[in-house]
């Protein structure tokens, strides 16, 4: 505990970059739910741009409206 899942649009990141993606994320997650690093475990899963609405945003963002702790502000 905790396992954070990451959906974003496809990107191509170094090793370097995930490195502290996971460094910073998992930094932040022991500083603020109290936990030890090796509780914790982080996955990237990119989405295409044309999946988003059905694959993250319907059943994830709007269909779980109370779980946010932050909600989207899509730009047009």
Do not use: C, N
């Not at 995930?18 to 603020?32: G, S, W, Y």
């Amino acid at each position: 505990m905790p396992h954070v899942t990451i959906q974003h649009f496809p990107l191509d990141l170094a090793p370097e970059q995930r490195r502290r993606l996971a460094d910073a994320l998992t930094a932040l997650l022991v500083e603020q739910l109290g936990t030890y690093p090796g509780a914790v475990s982080i996955a990237l899963e990119p989405v295409q741009p044309a999946d988003w609405a059905g694959t993250v945003y319907e059943p994830r963002i709007a269909g779980r409206s109370e779980l946010l702790i932050k909600t989207p502000e899509y730009r047009s």
